[in-house]
C-alpha cells in the first residue's frame, strides 16, 4: 500500500516517532517533501545535504575509508548515511539517499541507481532501485521511494510495540 508524505507524517505521529535525513542526490528534495505537510515539525528533525562526497565524511559520519574503497554510491553508504542522520539529528528513524541521477554514469555507476536506507532503533535495511527518466523524474522516484521505505520501518516498529 503506497502512503503519502501525510499519511507518513500521521503514521510516525501515532508511532511517536521523528525522522532525519541525510541526502546526496535528491540535494533536500526528501527534507522538502517530508516539511510540506503542515505539522510537519513534530516528526521532521531536519536535514543535512551531503552532496559533495567529502561533505558524507564529515557532516554525516560516513567512514572515510568506505567512501574511498566504495566510492560514494553504494548500499553501505546509505546505510552509514541513515546512521549518521539518526545520530547526529536525535531521529527516531534515520534515511540515506546515495545514487546517480545523471546525464552521466558516476565511477562506473549507471544513471538511474539508488541507494536508500533507513536506520531505526531495533535494525537498519537498505533498498536498491533502478529508475529511468530524466535527471528529475529519477530524483523525484528516490524521493518517492524512500517515503514507502520509511512508512515500511514504520510500521514494523508501531507493530513491535503492540
Sequence with gaps: MTVSVAELHLLLLESRATVGVAESLTGGELAAALSSTPG???????????????LK???AGV??????ERGPVD????????????????ATFGVGVTGVAGPDRQDGVAVGTVFGAVAGPQRSVVESWSFGGSRDEIRAAAVAA?????AGECRRLAGSLG
Excluded: F, N, W
Excluded at 146 to 150: K, M
Design 57 to 59: 565524511a564529515t557532516l
Design 75 to 90: 548500499p553501505d553508504v546509505a546505510v552509514a548515511l541513515a546512521a549518521g542522520a539518526r545520530d547526529r539529528l536525535g
Design 146 to 150: 524512500c517515503v514507502q521505505l520509511i
Design 63 to 68: 567512514p572515510a575509508e568506505l567512501l574511498d
Design 40 to 54: 510537519a515539525s513534530a516528526t521532521l528533525r531536519g536535514g543535512l545535504v551531503v552532496y559533495a562526497t567529502d
